[in-house]
């Protein structure tokens, strides 16, 4: 759920040989998100279900075999990774029919899934448009928000609130708030009718996500590992941002443009691997956990390069293509042994590429593209860093106006079906291995 109010206001100096208007505002912004899980236990051979030992966990022994029959795999699936020909595929009717013997479930409000968060923005900010009418143009502005941040989760370690099925779980409250102060400034000089020179600088914020600040938390009784859940105490990512550009126009829709840019990264958000102590179910007097956890993970740098090009062919049809090298590093002193002493920083790929043909006119428009990232390091699995590997995607998108007033519309994404892999250490070996398929829309536009 989302409540936002905001007020704007403006002053234009039509007189001024550089100053050509103040601005000024304010924002508030209320945010909740809250997710409310129901869990589902089936009773074991006739044990009360409030027994430990076998009710609440609803554990039985079934043959695999009664419940799994083989398949064979879809044509090409796993060639990356030498995985046999044949898997499981669980054969529902049976599962059903076996657990109806057991005396059938229970549905309860399931706490580890289970956690809500709040947060209000308060923001207030001022900008000042610079220029004259020949050669160069720009702004100066400052931006100052509060954020205040309520969680709510679920703990085993805490007094009980609840008790049902799943155990016993206590609320854990946490709020917080805090102050950020962004300056910015952008510059753009006229150095010919055909080239524009950009110059940007600016401080940025981005809050942790709501998962993030307080997530679900699930732990595995018998490797005593899991994930711990969200973290309230997470500052947000805050950086320095420093840009210089050249674009050309060279003809009528036609640029090309380089760029380098530079960030200071203050602080960022990462996993690590921690030892926690809960009570379970199967663990009543507590036991330490080994837990993945999101943590602030210090400073580091980013420094890159783009390049972009946009070009016309002729007859509706042209292409735009972009290409970024991006070289994330952390500081020395944030290396850590959890992360196997890396520098590399979570999410970000050194080369991303993307390459668009498009065909337009009055009546039809179409898009082709194909976008690429090389690998990156997607966070901690199992206390050791993982990594999603490179990834190509095709897209489409067809828009046909039949009239006036009516418009068809066709967007298709992964056309090729190309699959995510993870793996960790060794490339050859797969910690995951994600087929998401295609995804098509239709749709009608109509305008009056």
């Given at each position: 759920m989302?409540?936002?109010?905001?007020?704007?206001?403006?002053?234009?100096?039509?007189?001024?040989?550089?100053?050509?208007?103040?601005?000024?505002?304010?924002?508030?912004?209320?945010?909740?998100?809250?997710?409310n899980?129901?869990?589902?236990?089936?009773?074991?051979?006739?044990?009360?279900?409030?027994?430990?030992?076998h009710?609440?966990?609803?554990?039985?022994?079934?043959?695999?075999f009664?419940?799994?029959?083989?398949?064979?795999?879809?044509?090409?699936?796993?060639?990356?990774?030498?995985?046999a020909?044949?898997?499981?595929?669980?054969?529902?009717?049976?599962?059903?029919?076996?657990?109806q013997?057991?005396?059938?479930?229970?549905e309860?409000?399931?706490?580890?899934?289970?956690f809500?968060?709040?947060?209000?923005?308060t923001?207030?900010?001022?900008?000042?448009?610079?220029?004259?009418?020949?050669?160069?143009?720009?702004?100066?502005?400052?931006?100052?928000?509060?954020?205040d941040?309520?969680?709510?989760?679920?703990?085993?370690?805490?007094?009980?609130?609840?008790?049902?099925?799943?155990?016993?779980?206590?609320?854990?409250?946490?709020?917080?708030?805090?102050?950020?102060?962004?300056?910015?400034?952008?510059?753009?000089?006229?150095?010919?009718?055909?080239?524009?020179?950009?110059?940007?600088?600016?401080?940025?914020?981005?809050?942790?996500?709501?998962?993030?600040?307080?997530?679900?938390?699930?732990?595995?009784?018998?490797?005593?590992?899991?994930?711990?859940?969200?973290?309230?105490?997470?500052?947000?990512?805050?950086?320095?941002?420093?840009?210089?550009?050249?674009?050309?126009?060279?003809?009528?829709?036609?640029?090309?443009?380089?760029?380098v840019?530079?960030?200071?990264?203050?602080?960022?958000?990462?996993?690590?691997?921690?030892?926690?102590?809960?009570?379970?179910?199967?663990?009543?007097?507590?036991?330490?956990?080994?837990?993945?956890?999101?943590?602030?993970?210090?400073?580091?740098?980013?420094?890159?390069v783009?390049?972009?090009?946009?070009?016309?062919?002729?007859w509706?049809?042209?292409?735009?293509?972009?290409?970024?090298?991006?070289?994330?590093?952390k500081?020395?002193?944030?290396?850590?042994?959890?992360?196997?002493?890396?520098?590399?920083i979570?999410?970000?790929?050194?080369?991303?590429?993307?390459?668009?043909?498009?065909?337009e006119?009055?009546?039809?428009?179409?898009?082709?593209?194909?976008?690429?990232?090389?690998?990156?390091?997607?966070?901690?699995?199992?206390?050791?860093?993982?990594?999603?590997?490179?990834?190509?995607?095709?897209?489409g998108?067809?828009?046909?106006?039949?009239?006036?007033?009516?418009?068809?519309?066709?967007?298709a994404?992964?056309?090729?079906?190309?699959?995510?892999?993870?793996?960790?250490?060794?490339?050859?070996?797969?910690?995951?291995?994600?087929?998401?398929?295609?995804?098509?829309?239709?749709?009608?536009?109509?305008?009056?």
């Open positions: 989302e409540f936002y109010t905001q007020l704007d206001l403006e002053q234009t100096f039509e007189d001024s040989s550089w100053l050509r208007a103040l601005k000024a505002g304010a924002r508030y912004t209320h945010h909740t998100r809250a997710v899980s129901t869990g589902v236990i089936w009773a074991g051979n006739e044990t009360p279900l409030a027994d430990p030992q009710g609440a966990s609803g554990t039985d022994q079934i043959g695999l009664d419940v799994y029959d083989g398949q064979t795999t879809p044509p090409g699936f796993g060639r990356r990774i030498g995985v020909g044949r898997y499981s595929l669980a054969n529902r009717a049976k599962i059903d029919a076996i657990l013997t057991r005396g059938g479930s229970t309860a409000f399931y706490p580890p899934s289970s809500s968060v709040t947060e209000d923005d923001a207030f900010y001022a900008m000042a448009k610079l220029g004259n009418d020949r050669n160069w143009r720009g702004n100066i502005g400052l931006r100052t928000i509060r954020t941040i309520d969680t709510l989760q679920y703990s085993p370690n805490v007094p009980p609130t609840i008790r049902n099925a799943f155990g016993d779980f206590g609320e854990v409250r946490a709020g917080r708030g805090y102050w950020d102060v962004l300056p910015s400034a952008n510059l753009t000089y006229n150095a010919t009718d055909t080239l524009l020179l950009r110059a940007a600088a600016a401080k940025v914020m981005s809050r942790p996500g709501y998962a993030q600040l307080a997530g679900a938390f699930d732990l595995d009784d018998l490797s005593l590992s899991g994930s711990a859940g969200g973290n309230p105490d997470l500052d947000p990512f805050r950086a320095w941002q420093f840009n210089l550009a050249a674009e050309y126009y060279y003809g009528p829709q036609a640029l090309f443009s380089i760029g840019f530079g960030l200071a990264i203050q602080n960022y958000i990462t996993t690590t691997t921690t030892t926690r102590f809960y009570r379970t179910v199967l663990h009543p007097k507590g036991a330490n956990f080994l837990v993945e956890a999101p943590v602030n993970g210090g400073g580091g740098t980013n420094t890159g783009e390049v972009n090009w946009q070009q016309p062919v002729g509706g049809f042209g292409f735009i293509a972009n290409y970024t090298y991006s070289d994330a590093k500081n020395r002193d944030a290396v850590t042994a959890a992360d196997n002493f890396s520098r590399e979570d999410g970000n790929s050194k080369h991303t590429w993307n390459l668009t043909g498009y065909f006119n009055r009546l039809l428009s179409a898009r082709l593209a194909y976008s690429y990232r090389s690998k990156f390091r997607s966070g901690i699995d199992r206390a050791t860093p993982m990594w999603q590997d490179d990834f190509g995607q095709l897209d998108s067809l828009l046909v106006h039949v009239t006036k007033s009516l418009a068809l519309s066709v967007d994404q992964n056309i090729t079906n190309a699959k995510l892999y993870y793996f960790v250490g060794d490339p050859a070996v797969p910690r995951a291995y994600y087929d998401n398929g295609r995804t098509v829309y239709a749709g009608i536009r109509l305008t009056f």
